[in-house]
C-alpha cells in the first residue's frame, strides 16, 4: 500500500486511479451504472464524463433503499482553511445533484480540524466557512432551506459524546496503519470527521441509516476508519457503515493539484475576473514543444489542466466537448485559440457566480450558527 499514500491532509499524486481499486477495495462505479439506469435515476455528468470513478457500497445501500423508497441522505465536509476553489466546486455539485434527486443533505464545517492542522485564527476560519464555504454552495444552487449546514465545535447533542464514544474502541497503532503520521490534533480531527458522517443516522438529527459520502479519493482514509468504527458499534449504537463515491481530483493549473495554498495555478470562484483569466493564460497544457510539432502530432488532452477545467466544469455540452478533444487531438486547433475560448468561457462562468454570491453570503450569516468561542 506503500504504492500510492492517501493523505487526507497532504496533496496526493495519484496517477493511476484504478489502482484505487486493488489498493483499497474501492469499486469501479461503472459496475452501478446499469442499476442507476434501471431504477430511472438520472446520470450527473461527472458519472457520464468518468470523473466519478469508485464507490463503497453506493449499490447495496444507496440504490437499495432508494429501489425501498427510504430515506437517503448525502453527507461531506470542508475543512475551511482556505478559498473555495473549482476543486471544491465538483464536491458542491455533487451535494447538489444528490439534493435534487430528493437527498437530505448535511454539510459539515470542519473548523476543528482547520484548527488543529492549520493553526489558523478561530475568527479567521469562521468568516471562511461562511463566506467561502457556505455562501459559494449557495450561489452555485444548493438550496438552504433543504440543507443542515454546521462548524463541528458548535454542533449541538449527541454528536459529541460520539467523538468521546468512538475513541474507546480504536487503537493508536490502528489510527498510525490509517494514517501514517498522527498527532492528538489529528486524532481528535479523525474521530469527528467520524462522528459528522456517522450522526445523521442519530434519532436527534433525523435517522438517516442511508448515508453517502461524495468525497475526493484523498479523503479515504476518513471513510475506512468511520466504516470500521460503524461496524464496532453496531450493537451499541446501532450504526451502519455510510457509502461512499470518490472523484479523480481536478489538477491545478501547474498540473499538480488543485489547492487553496497554491494560489498562482488554483482558480478560485471569488477571483477577480482579470486575474483568473490570467491565471488561466498562463496554465501549463497538453501542447507540444512547437506548432508545427503540434499540428503533426495533436496535443495531448489528457494531460492538459486547460482541458480538465472543460471536463469538470467550463464545457457542459458533451457534443462541444468532443469536438474540442478531437481538435486538440488532430491537432487543428493548437492551444493559444483553446485557451481564448476558455478564458471566455471562466469570463463568463465567473461573472454570472459572483453576481449571485453577495446574497448567497448574506444567506450564509444568517442561517449557520456562529460557535461562540
Ligand atoms: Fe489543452 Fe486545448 Fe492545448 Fe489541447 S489545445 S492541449 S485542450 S490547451
Known sequence: KNEIKLDPWGRPDIKDYSRLYDLFGIRPFNEVIDRMKKDNIELSPFIKRGIIFGHRDFDSKILKAI?????????TGFMPSGRFHFGHMMTGLELIYFQKLGFKIFVGLADAEAY????LPRKDLIRIGIEEYVANLIALGLDPKETEFYF?????GSYHSLIQLFSSKITFNELEAIYGDITPGKIVSALTQAADILHPQLPEYGEYKHVVVPVGADQDPHLRLTRDLADRFKGDLDLEPPASIYHRLIRG????????SKPDVTIFLTDPIDQAKKKFMSSLTGGRNTAEEQRRLGGEPEKCPVYDLYLYHLVPDDVELTDIYKRCKSGSMLCGECKLFGSARLEKFLTEHQKKLEKAKDIAWSIVEIPKI
Open 67 to 75: 429501489e425501498n423508497k427510504e430515506k437517503v441522505a448525502a453527507m
Open 152 to 156: 463541528q465545535t458548535n454542533r449541538k
Open 116 to 119: 488543529a492542522v492549520r493553526h
Open 253 to 260: 493549473l501547474d498540473g499538480g493539484k488543485m489547492s487553496s
